[in-house]
């Protein structure tokens, strides 16, 4: 190979440095609510909280778990089903400098107590229904008893600071843990840090451009890492979080019902679930979506097409694992793109992919290799 394509490969095509605010999720946030505190942050099922509300549950509940012994470098666990306590909870336990850690309640116990036992949470957050499913334990924390609704209700409602917590929170620190599949051997802890979703969250910002007319749909389950961005996006850009109903997201023709009644315009499938989206009456009628985002599955060209037959919005494909902080390449697929398969892309901010041989080396452009990320 020669020297001028070595550069491409090597330099040219992973010329992604960006410089990115040094800072941590929690700080993000209330830099929005001081700016939008009256637009509505959060839909479900007809109720709502404004920014200035979430805030303000979120840091009574920061407060308490602060008493309770979260802080940096400590994990809380959230059992909770997908609606307004749980992005309360997840904010709060952002806002102690802890990193939270998603427990699916349909998960098999066996997997529950061992994700449990591995990561050593100091809380576990769920409610009287779901604690019966859960490992025994005394650290879980019911928040619908109501005695300890009374006391959450008591504490302050002022943004915690470093004061506060056990030590300060940096963008070093872990901000999610996320246990991988284990379809290899036991589910894998992956921690990402307050640094690297800041970056994955604003390189996303200044590709897609959400502002306060959009509505982003959250229906992926809080245990894979999509939910991630789902779930913060929104809330640090002044747009509106709109939960599906627990398992709602199984159901396409529910998902096309709520999209044209809640007005949402941004929303995340894996290819197969985009498959039966597009087979399900109406889903021609969701004309208020103004992008779509594809990924944890190869995207064929023919769903693409498919997609591009339906719907007249942006359909984007992207690629990454766990453990680089949910995506690292994308692509923004075309109606006139040429009939080959669907690229993965290009690689996203302070991101490198290299595709090398077995010996570590880059191969030449059209040789088949394996992607090592950077």
Not at 153 to 169: G, H, K, Y
Not at 184 to 200: C, D, S, Y
Request: hydrophobic fraction near 40%.
């Amino acid at each position: 190979m020669c020297s001028s394509d070595l550069n491409k490969l090597l330099a040219d095509w992973n010329a992604t440095h960006h410089l990115v605010r040094n800072t941590t999720l929690p700080l993000l946030f209330e830099e929005q609510v001081g700016k939008s505190p009256q637009h509505v942050a959060v839909m479900f099922q007809g109720g709502t909280l404004n920014y200035r509300e979430l805030n303000h549950r979120a840091n009574r509940l920061a407060h308490y778990l602060i008493g309770q012994g979260a802080g940096p470098e400590r994990i809380v666990a959230v059992a909770l089903p997908r609606g307004i306590d749980l992005i309360v909870s997840l904010m709060a336990i952002l806002k102690t400098g802890a990193a939270y850690l998603p427990l699916d309640p349909g998960y098999p116990t066996d997997r529950l107590a061992f994700m449990t036992e591995d990561a050593n949470p100091v809380r576990i957050l769920t409610h009287q229904d779901i604690a019966s499913r859960l490992p025994s334990t005394d650290r879980i924390v019911c928040l619908d008893e109501p005695n300890l609704v009374q006391t959450i209700d008591q504490c302050p409602s002022v943004n915690p600071i470093d004061a506060d917590r056990a030590c300060a929170l940096l963008p070093s620190h872990p901000a999610y843990v996320i246990h991988t599949s284990g379809s290899t051997g036991n589910p894998k802890g992956v921690v990402n840090t307050h640094a690297g979703i800041v970056n994955r969250l604003q390189w996303m910002q200044a590709s897609y451009r959400l502002d306060a007319s959009d509505r982003v749909l959250q229906k992926t389950p809080s245990g894979f890492d999509v939910s991630v961005w789902e779930f913060f996006w929104p809330l640090l850009e002044g747009a509106t979080l709109v939960f599906a109903k627990p398992d709602g997201h199984k159901d396409p023709v529910y998902m096309v019902d709520l999209i044209r009644r809640e007005g949402i315009t941004t929303m995340h499938f894996v290819p197969s679930m985009l498959q039966e989206f597009l087979k399900t009456p109406n889903a021609h009628q969701c004309t208020g979506l103004r992008r779509v985002i594809c990924s944890g599955e190869a995207l064929s060209r023919e769903l693409q097409a498919h997609f591009h037959r339906t719907l007249g919005c942006e359909l984007h494909n992207l690629y990454g694992p766990t453990e680089a902080a949910v995506d690292v390449t994308c692509w923004q697929c075309h109606s006139d793109d040429p009939p080959t398969s669907v690229p993965i892309g290009s690689p996203i901010w302070n991101t490198q992919v290299y595709v090398l041989d077995e010996w570590l080396r880059p191969v030449p452009v059209g040789v088949a290799g394996e992607l090592y990320l950077a």
